[in-house]
């Protein structure tokens, strides 16, 4: 390794407090890749059989202990109680149902959530799903004033409708799909102190509740209630549940990355300006960084496991970074988005991590990005692995859908 520091990066992975953001692609440190294709002990895979055998368990129980922490358990008991039906909903178009999920443990503990889903009134079968969670709570999806007020996690209420722009409910119907979300609220309230409030309460004491448990985080969480919320559409007779996308912007993009590498049956995992700890390379620092989460704002001291803080001033020492993550989702299809704006999330990063991702959907004889340089804005590229970068802000729009639907269009042969 070169002894410049500006060449070998050292003057920007030793970060101190206080923390200034890095836009400029020149100060960007030499960083080497983690080898997808290596085994930690040296062993090459070769193909589809050693990937999925040795490899791919091999990636994910790092990224348990590193990043992202276990995923909870499953309840003793699940039971569905049908909260309201709404048979001619949205003028017509569809069919709502609000049902509320109970977990329940044989010591007594509970938790519940509260699902909104939309079905297409006119279907002639079973139809494929999208499956994710809503900031604040479900009322922000829609202004239908009889939908129930749900999350908010004990802060200012999310107003009804608020995030209508991020949920084209009636295109998504109209191209012939569900939708089904909760609040993540719900699952973990998003604050260091949510965890006596969380699924958490159902596996841990009150007593451990009061600290954290170790090698758990928020995103597990919701990643895991993602799963659980398959699990109930898997009952549901108008859904084929054998065709479900996740789906998740920022932080609910980490967590939709997160479930879709831990689910197999999610068939196509949509991932939007998710940025650093979601599609983002780590090794980039460039605008949110895993330092920046626990020493700006403080905000992955619950989203991620424990044992990241330790790591996160040396990305270059971690044993992975995202493009294996990405990775983790073959042979299934993976979107990921970024905005032009959103330079907090580094639209660059996410581009690489797809690409970087590719040899492993090779092995499964699926096709790859073709070239390392991004696209143009707006231009979407790939069919089993996409990358769409949309001209604008740090959001989820109709542009954005437009491209998942197209993606699960492809997939689904509708």
């Known amino acids: 390794m070169s002894a410049n520091p500006r060449e070998n990066g050292s003057e920007f992975y030793v970060q101190k407090i206080p923390w200034e953001v890095n836009y400029d692609e020149s100060r960007m440190p030499v960083y080497t890749l983690p080898k997808l294709l290596r085994c930690e002990d040296g062993t090459p895979v070769a193909d589809a059989a050693a990937w999925l055998s040795r490899r791919r368990p091999e990636l994910l129980r790092m990224f348990k202990e590193v990043m992202y922490g276990e995923l909870p358990p499953l309840p003793d008991r699940v039971r569905y109680e049908l909260l309201s039906e709404k048979k001619d909903a949205r003028d017509g178009k569809a069919i709502r149902r609000e049902v509320r999920i109970h977990f329940e443990m044989k010591n007594g503990r509970t938790h519940c959530i509260d699902l909104l889903y939309y079905l297409p009134a006119n279907a002639d079968g079973p139809v494929p799903v999208f499956v994710g969670l809503t900031f604040f709570g479900n009322h922000v999806i829609t202004d239908e004033p009889d939908v129930r007020i749900t999350g908010t996690a004990g802060g200012p209420e999310g107003a009804r409708g608020e995030q209508v722009r991020r949920f084209p409910i009636d295109t998504i119907l109209e191209r012939g799909y569900a939708l089904a979300v909760v609040s993540y609220h719900d699952i973990f309230p998003d604050r260091e102190t949510g965890w006596a409030d969380s699924i958490y309460k159902l596996f841990f004491s009150d007593d451990e509740l009061k600290k954290r448990p170790a090698g758990y985080s928020s995103i597990s969480a919701w990643a895991w209630g993602l799963s659980r919320i398959l699990d109930y559409l898997e009952t549901v007779p108008e859904i084929d549940a054998s065709k479900a996308a996740v789906f998740g912007h920022s932080r609910l993009g980490k967590s939709s990355l997160w479930a879709g590498a831990n689910d197999k049956r999610f068939k196509l995992v949509c991932v939007n300006d998710s940025g650093c700890g979601g599609a983002a390379l780590s090794r980039r620092l460039y605008g949110e960084t895993l330092f920046s989460m626990y020493h700006s704002n403080t905000v992955g001291k619950w989203w991620f496991t424990d044992t990241l803080e330790a790591k996160s001033g040396h990305p270059e020492l971690l044993p992975l970074d995202q493009h294996e993550l990405i990775a983790l989702v073959a042979p299934r299809t993976v979107a ?79």
């Open 336 to 414: 990921v988005h970024s905005a032009t704006e959103d330079r907090w999330a580094d639209p660059k990063g996410e581009y690489l991590a797809v690409y970087h991702a590719g040899p492993v959907f090779e092995l499964f004889g699926k096709t790859p990005l073709a070239s390392e340089t991004p696209p143009a804005p707006e231009h979407a590229v790939g069919t089993d692995v996409s990358y769409y970068c949309r001209i604008g802000k740090h959001d989820l729009l109709l542009s954005d859908w437009e491209h998942y639907l197209t993606m699960a269009e492809r997939l689904f042969k509708r």
